[in-house]
């Protein structure tokens, strides 16, 4: 398999946002600056100066991109009804009617906002993944998942082969009575992979590499940070230095031994052919209190991996399941549903690697500590032919 590295910014988002920002207050940016400040500042969440920026913009650029931009973090501040209005200014691209189908969603209008995503969807140049995954969580709140079912086996091969339409496959499968068929989806007990890792020569020990590591977790300059009560996730961090290096050099290995190895964790003719490239797509995530992950599954992953790191004492001693990494759990998706694969919890290990498709439900019992659980999490990420569509 051929590894691709994602492209790494030159310029630091936040440098450009004070010199951008700095312009704003001396009364020299241009309309097409602040614009530029604002979708620096809505890929920062920090979505109320956004608007401003965009609202500023607006005055003296009267341009559809701000338009659909100013939408966008108008949804973001929960204010579909203003968003939708927004969206009224300009015509519908796939950008504006995903945009639109959101807000719909959240404003109750189910078939409207089925109807606009379906719309979005029809655009063979744009990235289905927000617009197909939107659709997906609207209909699998449906007890019955024949519309669920029917949507994911209409699209096209190179979507239906993402982990994104493996999972809602798996719900729909269980809502129909068809549980054969959505266990072999969300097979818990055999496609799991756990391996301790032996660090290199220059570390003296795997509780003094994991040290370095966390040290480096720290100090790590991430591209995206979400911060949200009691966790901290950094989205496609630098990784530098000896420790990631390290770490990452095992779990691409692991992953790849994996993905030779799929009949053993009966996923072959689940996951379908591997890919010939992928990139290589990583974050740390730091948790304590009542932090968790909420249930989620990879979308644009074909198997997933977590590497544990820091994790505190109470919790390897514990005889109940916080900390836990809990498997197969979709009710967030699913309202009432009892899936028949059941739940699978694994009981963190600072220096072991967890390996599972990137299909299955998962998330984090809250620990309820003041002490952070460190982990770091990898994707391998799929790069089809140009002729599949398939974007990254």
């Not at 600056?33 to 500042?41: A, K």
């Not at 239906?160 to 493996?166: G, K, M, N, P, S």
Request: net charge negative.
């Amino acid at each position: 398999m051929l590894w691709v590295d994602p492209q790494s910014t030159s310029v630091r988002r936040d440098g450009k946002i004070a010199l951008l920002t700095k312009l704003a207050q001396l009364g020299r940016a241009t309309p097409q600056q602040h614009f530029e400040l604002g979708n620096l500042q809505l890929a920062a969440a920090d979505f109320v100066r956004a608007e401003q920026s965009f609202r500023v913009a607006l005055a003296e650029w009267d341009d559809p991109a701000v338009w659909e931009a100013l939408a966008s973090a108008l949804l973001e501040l929960n204010r579909p009804a203003e968003a939708i209005a927004a969206c009224d200014n300009i015509a519908e691209t796939a950008g504006a009617l995903l945009i639109r189908g959101r807000a719909l969603n959240r404003l109750g209008r189910g078939e409207e906002a089925r109807a606009a995503l379906l719309r979005s969807l029809s655009d063979p140049d744009f990235d289905f993944f927000p617009a197909l995954d939107e659709l997906l969580i609207l209909l699998a709140k449906s007890t019955d998942g024949t519309a669920l079912l029917d949507t994911i086996n209409a699209q096209p091969s190179h979507r239906a082969a993402t982990a994104l339409a493996r999972a809602f496959k798996g719900i729909a499968l269980e809502r129909l009575g068809r549980h054969d068929e959505a266990c072999a989806i969300m097979n818990l007990e055999a496609c799991i992979k756990r391996v301790a890792f032996v660090p290199p020569a220059p570390f003296a020990s795997i509780e003094a590499f994991n040290v370095a590591l966390a040290e480096a977790v720290a100090a790590d300059p991430a591209t995206v940070t979400v911060v949200l009560a009691d966790s901290e996730i950094n989205l496609a961090p630098r990784g530098e230095g000896p420790a990631f290096a390290a770490l990452y050099a095992f779990m691409r290995q692991e992953m790849v031994a994996y993905i030779d190895d799929l009949e053993a964790y009966r996923m072959a003719e689940i996951l379908g052919p591997a890919p010939a490239k992928a990139t290589f797509y990583t974050a740390n995530t730091v948790l304590w209190g009542d932090g968790h992950n909420g249930q989620h599954i990879h979308n644009r992953g074909y198997i997933s991996a977590v590497y544990h790191a820091v994790v505190p004492p109470e919790i390897s001693d514990a005889s109940d399941d916080r900390g836990m990494l809990t498997l197969g759990g979709c009710n967030d998706y699913a309202p009432g549903l009892k899936p028949s694969w059941g739940r699978r919890l694994i009981k963190p290990e600072a220096g072991v690697l967890t390996i599972f498709p990137s299909h299955i439900f998962h998330d984090v019992v809250p620990t309820g500590l003041t002490a952070r659980r460190i982990s770091i999490v990898a994707d391998l990420r799929p790069i089809w032919d140009q002729d599949s569509r398939l974007r990254r």
